[in-house]
């Protein structure tokens, strides 16, 4: 058997796996696009305006901590959950006046969707048109919540990736060449790239070995 790289002989050509290429699947793919397996989100900033800061709500192990999270959780759910790809939020910290809430949308990659603006503005829409409830009181167990993008007049419409590591592109480029691979933002898509992969800055021309 020829075939490199956990590559199958057909009896005819080598069957590469995916992400290797190459007559004998002796190539890593130059760019391997990893944007859905990360899925994407919008930072935002809510104001809870019915309820008060308390010191152990900056405790994340706290029982208040735990019960505002779940009910703004629940809160956002219904707000955002018409928006396209919306799976979930993911609160980062609680801060003072009323409550503050630093917090991550949690969107997936749509199939065919090439632009994030749009994603943006139907969480602002969402947000803006949500019904608040008239009783604020906390017996009613409701959150009333008012929340902007942090992006709006600064970068709206980029999805939150933080990673700028080698390390994130281990665990999706093929094992055997995983060391050559490393992070490249275009526009709404993270990939693995390396130094052969063309039209990235510090590429080389490596058709020649």
Known sequence: DPCQNGG????????????????????GASTINITAELGISVMMLARVTNRNFSEDMGDTSSTAY?????????TMNRIYHNVSGYRGTQVLT??????????????????????????????LAAADTAAQPRNCSHSAGRCRVAGTPWGVGRGQGSPDWCFSSPEICRKY????????????????????VTNCTLNV??????NSG
Do not use: M
């Not at 735990?66 to 629940?74: A, I, M, T």
């Not at 800055?201 to 490596?206: E, R, T, V």
């Open 173 to 192: 480029t093929p094992a055997n060449f995983s060391r050559y691979y490393y992070p490249y933002r275009i526009q709404s898509s993270l990939l693995c």
């Open 66 to 74: 735990r019960s505002f999270v779940d009910e703004f959780s629940r």
């Open 94 to 123: 609680l801060t003072r006046g009323s409550v503050v809430v630093n917090y991550k949308v949690l969107l997936h990659q749509l199939a065919g969707d090439t632009g994030f603006d749009h994603r943006a503005r139907e969480l």
């Open 8 to 27: 199958r002989w057909t009896g005819v050509s080598c069957a590469c796996p995916r992400n290797v290429e190459g007559t004998l699947c002796q190539f």
């Open 201 to 206: 800055p510090g590429s080389i021309d490596c």
